[in-house]
């Protein structure tokens, strides 16, 4: 098992910038990739950006591809979301997940952070 514990959701003013992390434990040498989803209130959750855990290659969503950056910190078992340019739409309960090959599903999931960005 891998367990993942987000943090540094908050409110910020649009244009602002947040960085989250998410913490990982546990079997963390199983795990192939880590991504960050969002939703927001009534909405489906919609995956914003990946990284390999290894390769360290990363994959994003168009709606943040140029602002968000994902990255991690393999010694500190972390990966971030250094989120800029922030927008009201980017409102909403940021996770991150793991998952363990490249079809797979994201097997693991952390409790969420709220991220608010108001106008």
């Known amino acids: 098992q891998v367990q993942l514990v987000e943090s540094g959701g908050g409110l910020v003013q649009a244009g602002g910038s947040l960085r989250l992390s998410c913490a990982a434990s546990?079997?963390?040498?199983?795990?192939?990739?880590v991504g960050w989803f969002r939703q927001a209130p009534g909405k489906e959750r919609e995956f914003l950006a990946s990284?390999?855990?290894?390769?360290?290659?990363?994959d994003y969503a168009d709606s943040v591809k140029g602002r968000f950056t994902i990255s991690r910190d393999n010694a500190k078992s972390t990966v971030y979301l250094q989120m800029d340019s922030l927008k009201p739409e980017d409102t909403g309960v940021y996770s991150c997940?793991?998952?363990?090959?490249?079809?797979?599903?994201?097997?693991?999931w952390g409790q969420g952070t709220q991220v608010t960005v108001s106008s």
């Open positions: 990284v390999r855990w290894y390769t360290g290659i990363t």
């Open positions: 546990g079997r963390t040498s199983v795990t192939y990739a």
């Open positions: 997940a793991a998952k363990r090959t490249i079809s797979g599903a994201f097997d693991f």
